[in-house]
Nanobody, 109 residues
Framework: QVHLEESGGGLVQPGGLLRLSCTAS????????MGWYRQVPGKDRELVAV?????RVVYGGSVEGRVTISKVGITVNLQMNNLKPEDTGVYYC?????WGQGTQVTVSS
C-alpha cells in the first residue's frame, strides 16, 4: 500500500506563488513517475507536471512556463507562479499508479 501526503495549497492571491509538497510512504517502487494533476471546476482532471521514471518532466499546456517541479527520492515539490483565478481547483499528487487525496487551491483576492 502506498500513501501520498500532500501539503500546501489554500488561498493564494492572484499573481501570487503556490508551493505544494508531496511525500510518499509505504510499498514504494523505485524510479516511478511522480508529480501533480489538478481538477478545476467544470473540467476533467488535467496534467500539471510530472517527472517520468527516466527523469524527463512533462508539463500541462495550461501551466507550462509557470511551473517547476523537483523530485527527490520520495518527495516531489511543485512551485507555480503568477497564479490566476482559473488555477483554482483540487491538486492531486501522483506516484506511479497511486493518487493522493488532493489539496484545495483557491486563487482569489
Amino acid at each position: 500500500q502506498v500513501h501520498l501526503e500532500e501539503s500546501g495549497g489554500g488561498l493564494v492571491q492572484p499573481g501570487g506563488l503556490l508551493r505544494l509538497s508531496c511525500t510518499a510512504s509505504g510499498s514504494i517502487s523505485p524510479a516511478e513517475r511522480m508529480g501533480w494533476y489538478r481538477q478545476v471546476p467544470g473540467k476533467d482532471r488535467e496534467l500539471v507536471a510530472v517527472e517520468l521514471s527516466d527523469g524527463r518532466v512533462v508539463y500541462g499546456g495550461s501551466v507550462e512556463g509557470r511551473v517547476t517541479i523537483s523530485k527527490v527520492g520520495i518527495t516531489v515539490n511543485l512551485q507555480m507562479n503568477n497564479l490566476k483565478p482559473e488555477d483554482t481547483g483540487v491538486y492531486y499528487c501522483i506516484r506511479g499508479p497511486h493518487w493522493g487525496q488532493g489539496t484545495q487551491v483557491t486563487v482569489s483576492s
